[in-house]
């Protein structure tokens, strides 16, 4: 029987390398992407690390330095990114029959059955022909399983001798990205854990590998904790799934660029995320019977302060968007006060089922055929000609306070019509 081999595939610094796709002026200069309302960096290149700059810091904190440095800062361009990413994943499906989509940036491979002398040697070609297909760089983590995938492609990204493809397969290097990695690298090792697995005297990887004990690692922490040890001892127990599990709830939410004060721009801003999340309800063929929403003020100011959630459970399952936009507006009605500077709302869609086996309300209003048909075509407009071109009259028709701030964002360059690059 062939022992498992598993590749995970990642995008380097993925947000700025499809910025820099099509401004090749941007090669050599250090890029950054920012959060929703321009926030915080969410991506950076290697130029902008090496200036200080860290992961999740605030723009206006390190503006001098990006401005000192000629630091190319943009908005984030998700309508770009997530096209950029179908792209490499569709290459991707070329180089093995079984690929799970991690991330938009990241996939694992089964190459189980591959010769492994030459398991280098493929996955270089899947490098090369992901970056002459996309243009977007990318490293291979190979190994046994999963965690071990997570260590390999991180080696294979810091260490610049690998030429972005490293595998553990061979005992030295195992015993190397073992050793190289502390506990908190692991893949599945939040904060807590790190200081839990520090206290018992574990700071390596190698370390819990070798940990004899695990009795007492499963006790500490809990299945998942053991798991990952055997993970680390080249014994798999995460699968590659190649079904994406459908979302048991699925939440919409944005900080506003400026206070909102009114209801209706409230109303307008609850309207604009119930259609986002319904879209997402019906791409994944489900329908919800529970709707939540929430509104608050900025806590960061010394303003009067107000938070408030509100549910819902509908009498029938429901993914028509105006259906769900009407009962977020009698529950604002319910929980709305004047005289507060809001900053963020949000709804939440739960009681999540698939939309072919959900029981039909008996007296409940249930989806129509008509109402399915009208959904789905607004779904096909909106992915042909880009996200809200057809949306419903309650989300507003002008950019009001409570869009986000995007004030750097690049061009639809694969998305729009208007702002194809022109040469």
């Given at each position: 029987?062939?022992?498992?081999?598993?590749?995970?595939?990642?995008?380097?610094?993925?947000?700025?390398?499809?910025?820099?796709?099509?401004?090749?002026?941007?090669?050599?200069?250090?890029?950054?992407?920012?959060?929703?309302?321009?926030?915080?960096?969410?991506?950076?290149?290697?130029?902008?690390?090496?200036?200080?700059?860290?992961?999740?810091?605030?723009?206006?904190?390190?503006?001098?330095?990006?401005?000192?440095?000629?630091?190319?800062?943009?908005?984030?361009?998700?309508?770009?990114?997530?096209?950029?990413?179908?792209?490499?994943?569709?290459?991707?499906?070329?180089?093995?029959?079984?690929?799970?989509?991690?991330?938009?940036?990241?996939?694992?491979?089964?190459?189980?059955?591959?010769?492994?002398?030459?398991?280098?040697?493929?996955?270089?070609?899947?490098?090369?022909?992901?970056?002459?297909?996309?243009?977007?760089?990318?490293?291979?983590?190979?190994?046994?399983?999963?965690?071990?995938?997570?260590?390999?492609?991180?080696?294979?990204?810091?260490?610049?001798?690998?030429?972005?493809?490293?595998?553990?397969?061979?005992?030295?290097?195992?015993?190397?990205?073992?050793?190289?990695?502390?506990?908190?690298?692991?893949?599945?090792?939040?904060?807590?854990?790190?200081?839990?697995?520090?206290?018992?005297?574990?700071?390596?990887?190698?370390?819990?590998?070798?940990?004899?004990?695990?009795?007492?690692?499963?006790?500490?922490?809990?299945?998942?904790?053991?798991?990952?040890?055997?993970?680390?001892?080249?014994?798999?127990?995460?699968?590659?799934?190649?079904?994406?599990?459908?979302?048991?709830?699925?939440m919409s939410s944005r900080t506003f660029g400026s206070?909102?004060?009114?209801?209706?721009?409230?109303?307008?801003?609850?309207?604009?995320?119930?259609?986002?999340?319904?879209?997402?309800?019906?791409?994944?063929?489900?329908?919800?019977?529970?709707?939540?929403?929430?509104?608050?003020?900025?806590?960061?100011?010394?303003?009067?302060?107000?938070?408030?959630?509100?549910?819902?459970?509908l009498e029938s399952a429901t993914c028509d968007t105006?259906?769900?936009?009407?009962?977020?507006?009698?529950?604002?009605?319910?929980?709305?006060?004047?005289?507060?500077?809001?900053?963020?709302?949000?709804?939440?869609?739960?009681?999540?089922?698939?939309?072919?086996?959900y029981q039909i309300s008996l007296f409940g209003k249930?989806?129509?055929?008509?109402?399915?048909?009208?959904?789905?075509?607004?779904?096909?407009?909106?992915?042909?000609?880009?996200?809200?071109?057809?949306?419903?009259?309650?989300?507003?028709?002008?950019?009001?306070?409570?869009?986000?701030?995007?004030?750097?964002?690049?061009?639809?360059?694969?998305?729009?019509?208007?702002?194809?690059?022109?040469?």
């Amino acid at each position: 029987m062939n022992e498992r081999i598993i590749a995970l595939i990642d995008c380097n610094s993925f947000y700025c390398s499809c910025e820099r796709l099509f401004r090749p002026d941007l090669m050599n200069r250090p890029v950054g992407v920012l959060s929703n309302n321009d926030g915080c960096f969410v991506s950076r290149t290697n130029e902008l690390k090496r200036l200080g700059v860290a992961m999740g810091a605030p723009y206006f904190q390190v503006k001098n330095i990006c401005d000192k440095n000629n630091v190319a800062v943009f908005s984030a361009n998700f309508s770009l990114y997530t096209n950029m990413s179908d792209r490499v994943m569709n290459t991707l499906f070329e180089f093995a029959p079984s690929i799970e989509i991690y991330s938009v940036d990241e996939a694992f491979l089964d190459l189980t059955g591959l010769d492994e002398g030459s398991i280098e040697s493929y996955c270089r070609n899947i490098k090369k022909t992901v970056e002459q297909n996309t243009g977007i760089p990318v490293c291979v983590g190979i190994a046994r399983t999963k965690v071990l995938a997570k260590l390999a492609n991180r080696i294979a990204k810091k260490d610049e001798s690998t030429k972005g493809v490293f595998s553990t397969l061979k005992k030295e290097n195992l015993e190397h990205a073992l050793s190289k990695s502390e506990i908190g690298d692991v893949w599945g090792i939040g904060r807590q854990s790190n200081i839990k697995f520090k206290i018992l005297g574990i700071k390596t990887a190698k370390q819990l590998r070798d940990y004899q004990n695990s009795y007492l690692i499963q006790k500490q922490f809990t299945k998942v904790g053991r798991m990952i040890q055997d993970e680390l001892r080249e014994i798999s127990c995460f699968p590659i799934s190649d079904e994406v599990p459908k979302k048991k709830e699925i939440m919409s939410s944005r900080t506003f660029g400026s206070p909102v004060f009114e209801k209706s721009s409230l109303r307008e801003s609850l309207a604009s995320y119930a259609g986002l999340a319904c879209e997402k309800l019906r791409k994944q063929n489900s329908v919800c019977q529970e709707v939540e929403i929430y509104i608050r003020t900025n806590p960061f100011k010394e303003i009067p302060q107000y938070v408030k959630s509100i549910s819902i459970t509908l009498e029938s399952a429901t993914c028509d968007t105006r259906k769900i936009i009407k009962e977020a507006f009698t529950l604002l009605d319910e929980i709305f006060v004047s005289g507060y500077e809001y900053k963020k709302a949000a709804i939440k869609l739960s009681k999540i089922q698939d939309k072919d086996e959900y029981q039909i309300s008996l007296f409940g209003k249930n989806d129509s055929q008509e109402d399915l048909i009208l959904m789905n075509l607004m779904d096909k407009i909106n992915a042909r000609d880009g996200d809200e071109t057809l949306k419903v009259a309650a989300c507003g028709t002008n950019k009001k306070a409570w869009f986000m701030k995007q004030t750097l964002k690049s061009p639809r360059y694969v998305t729009g019509w208007s702002e194809l690059l022109k040469i």
